[in-house]
């Protein structure tokens, strides 16, 4: 198994030393990880700065690289929270610097938080959630420095719809515009520990993204505790595998190997 989404203390968010989530990938008998670190410019909450050393953060990597290499693959990425506003820091950013795995995230819309619920403040679900995903398809159409999109309904996890309503109209566009690109999406399992009753995206979105001709999928806890690595992964190969979905991918420098799902299922 691969686990291609967690975090560690070099994350503004995270107190896990790094090294504690290696070894309890390797007592999960995980082959690879991918350490994706936050950087979230301009991200509008003034309690918290998700800046990243990234000097820091490779001598780190590189040294757990050297520690545990007959033991487990070790990938250097970054998640980023991308904004309509920033797309130009971003661009800068990964011009200058490598890293094996880019995961784009929208932590942010319209200038405001999602996670303190400032964005769904005079708005219902329904205004709010068609904003989110018309600022991501804003990015995705102007920005292409990453290899996948994470938790694309990440949204509704801090507010649920109700009704009938469905986003699928706009999140095909998406679909539409990352394909050709060769970008792909995460599954990321954290939405059950959220509190969810799925991974995030949901069938629904995955099953749809394999109708516009998807392909490449990567599986990420987005761990920030140890004892989360992998967490419901097996439940999510078998889901990815009955929607027809036939590989998982892994990064180096950026480019992806793909792996067959029915090898961990």
Do not use: W
Request: proline share 3%; hydrophobic share 35%.
């Amino acid at each position: 198994m691969f686990d291609y989404h967690m975090h560690s203390n070099f994350s503004a968010d995270c107190d896990t030393p790094m090294e504690e989530t290696v070894e309890a990938a390797i007592q999960k008998g995980l082959k690879e990880i991918c350490f994706t670190e936050h950087i979230d410019y301009d991200y509008p909450d003034p309690t918290i700065e998700f800046e990243l050393d990234v000097d820091g953060y490779d001598q780190n990597i590189k040294q757990l690289q050297q520690k545990y290499k007959d033991k487990i693959s070790i990938k250097k990425g970054v998640e980023i929270g991308v904004q309509p506003h920033i797309l130009d820091r971003y661009h800068k950013l990964l011009n200058e610097e490598t890293f094996d795995f880019v995961i784009c995230s929208l932590h942010a819309a319209d200038k405001k938080n999602l996670h303190r619920g400032d964005f769904f403040t005079n708005r219902t679900a329904e205004e709010a959630y068609a904003l989110y995903y018309e600022e991501l398809l804003y990015c995705v159409q102007n920005f292409d420095h990453y290899n996948i999109l994470g938790h694309l309904d990440l949204v509704k996890r801090y507010k649920s719809l109700t009704g009938d309503a469905d986003f699928h109209d706009i999140i095909q566009n998406i679909f539409k515009t990352i394909i050709p690109k060769g970008k792909g999406i995460e599954v990321n399992t954290s939405g059950f520990a959220y509190g969810l009753n799925s991974a995030m995206p949901s069938t629904d979105i995955l099953t749809l993204y394999k109708q516009c001709g998807g392909e490449m999928i990567t599986v990420g806890s987005d761990a920030h505790e140890a004892t989360h690595v992998a967490h419901r992964f097996k439940e999510i190969y078998s889901l990815l595998e009955t929607i027809g979905f036939k590989y998982i991918a892994t990064f180096e420098n950026q480019k992806p190997t793909f792996h067959p799902i029915k090898n961990f299922t």
